[in-house]
């Protein structure tokens, strides 16, 4: 079942990667936003459009799906290129219209990640947003990551962290002795924000305080390649 999910992203993902068709709007609306590279490419996404009675979120998000090569660790232009855009959301409304026909990831298959970014933030290391940044990281045993991933990007669209604009994203990984849920935020050396971070990531996963946790910046990652 979850090689029939997994191949519908990779087809969501092709649709939503380019430019919506022209035909039904007029040249005076073709507001077109500047989206992040995908595949190696700057592409042209449409804003994304939000109906008057929808609630709208307080940042526009860009669900990102990826699955790793086995062994040897990949490059950074492969990484790249395994990137998939899923879809995006600025609305309540949109989010679970979108994540009501996800699967969940502890169906995926191993080695495969989703990353859930502020719109305009690529998951890389090397995007402009997360270049001086680290992420927390959660190891978990096999059986809660879909739980802990729902509580993580609900605190995470209700703004619950507290910590203004510093949060980029999140990033769920399946591995195959374990799970591993992420959070990125933009400023490594700021270290009571990225303390409130850890705090709140502890309360909404209900984390016991025995429970570990790292964090590392993206400089030490890139170091280790």
Known sequence: MSNKY????????????????DDSQSKDNQKIEKGP?????KILLPPIEINPNEHKLQYAYALWYSRRSLGKQTS???????LKLVGRFASVEQFWGLYSHLVR????????????????????????????????????RKGLV???????????????FMVGEEICGAVVSIRFQEDIICVWNKT????ATTARIRDTLRRVLHLPTSASMEYKTHTDSMKRL
Request: aromatic share 8%.
């Open 6 to 21: 997994e191949t519908s992203y990779r087809l969501k993902a092709t649709e939503d990667s380019g430019v919506e068709d």
């Open 37 to 41: 590279p995908v595949n190696n490419a």
């Open 146 to 160: 879909s739980r802990c991933w729902e509580n993580l990007i609900l605190a995470m669209l209700g703004e619950q």
């Open 76 to 82: 950074i232009q492969s990484y790249d290129q395994n």
């Open 105 to 140: 990831p502890s169906e995926l298959t191993v080695h495969t990640d989703f990353h859930l970014f502020k719109v305009g933030i690529k998951p890389m290391w090397e995007d402009e947003a997360n270049q001086k940044g680290g992420k927390w990281i959660v190891r978990l």
């Open 188 to 191: 490594a050396s700021d270290v």
